[in-house]
């Protein structure tokens, strides 16, 4: 499968408290995209890293890339109740690729 | 507002009756896509269009047709539902393909019986 994989599959913190999501992948990419999505609803896109980047900022958000370990992390700072939803990682494996790869997902509860 | 806009947003049918869902993107956006969702699998994609006129196959295409006769549309046809098609099927479209990031319709969940 060419989908990425997301670790931990669920993850539950204390309002206020960082959470971080990591996304493991198998070939070499060309960018890697994180997206949000609350229950049932569309998907939204957050930050798009390339495969020449090493790290981006969003707001409380934080992506870091390590192209040598095939492997993603996503840090949601000072997390909020309305963080609360499912994260996607999504690779694309070459330039001008049609196609993005999503994992699983991992699905963030913040607790107020 | 910059979006995509896909219909209906749930949907029971029978076996075997033919359905088209509708998705509609106003952003001048030369890519689109499906996918499908189901729990455990993540999202799947079905089809996908880089312009007017050009469709390719994604991971899971049998059971689907679409079509692309106008830049903003990209329709899915399932011309004959099986209930394995029960699943909650997404719309999505890119300037020109997965080097942007992809806007997503608000999704179909759709029930064959």
């Known amino acids: 499968s060419q989908q990425g994989e997301e670790d931990p599959q669920a993850l539950s913190i204390q309002e206020g408290e960082n959470a971080t999501m990591n996304c493991s992948y198998k070939?070499?990419?060309?960018?890697l995209q994180w997206y949000r999505q609350n229950s049932g609803r569309g998907l939204v896109h957050l930050i798009l890293?390339?495969?020449?980047?090493r790290e981006k900022h969003s707001g409380r958000l934080r992506v870091t890339l390590d192209t040598s370990k095939k492997s993603s992390s996503l840090l949601i700072t000072a997390s909020r109740a309305a963080d609360t939803a499912s994260y996607f990682c999504?690779?694309?494996?070459?330039?001008?690729?049609?196609?993005?790869?999503f994992g699983t997902g991992t699905r963030l509860t913040v607790i107020p | 507002e910059a979006q995509v806009t896909q219909n209906p947003r749930y949907l029971i049918t029978v076996t075997g009756k033919k359905l088209t869902v509708t998705c509609s993107q106003n952003?001048?956006?030369?890519?689109m896509s499906w996918y499908r969702q189901d729990p455990g699998l993540g999202l799947r994609q079905i089809y996908y269009?880089?312009?007017?006129?050009?469709?390719d196959k994604g991971d899971v295409p049998e059971g689907y047709k679409v079509s692309r006769k106008e830049k903003r549309n990209f329709p899915l046809i399932l011309e004959s539902p099986s209930p394995n098609q029960t699943s909650l099927y997404f719309c999505?479209?890119?300037?020109?393909?997965?080097?942007?990031?992809?806007?997503f319709g608000s999704g179909t969940r759709l029930t064959v019986v």
């Open positions: 269009s880089m312009n007017v006129e050009v469709t």
């Open positions: 070939t070499s990419i060309n960018n």
């Open positions: 999504a690779t694309a494996y070459q330039t001008g690729a049609n196609n993005l790869f």
């Open positions: 999505a479209s890119s300037l020109t393909g997965a080097d942007y990031g992809y806007t």
């Open positions: 952003m001048n956006h030369e890519y």
């Open positions: 890293i390339r495969s020449n980047e």
